[in-house]
């Protein structure tokens, strides 16, 4: 994160940790924008990125 500080970075990943890590998250499928926002806010309000999530083997946030 320190090196980043002051540039946009742009991180293609599927990894939940690198994605919980990044100030916005942009979900795509099948090559469209489908969802856009901080993981905290796709984890409570994105079914399509919740699923990701458990497929991945992860806990969204927020979900207990």
Known sequence: RQLSADKAVILVTHRPLSMAACDRVVLMAEGRIVA???????????????DLMLAEGREPAGRN
């Open 36 to 50: 856009e926002g901080s993981h905290d806010d796709l984890s409570e309000h994105c079914d399509a990125f919740r």
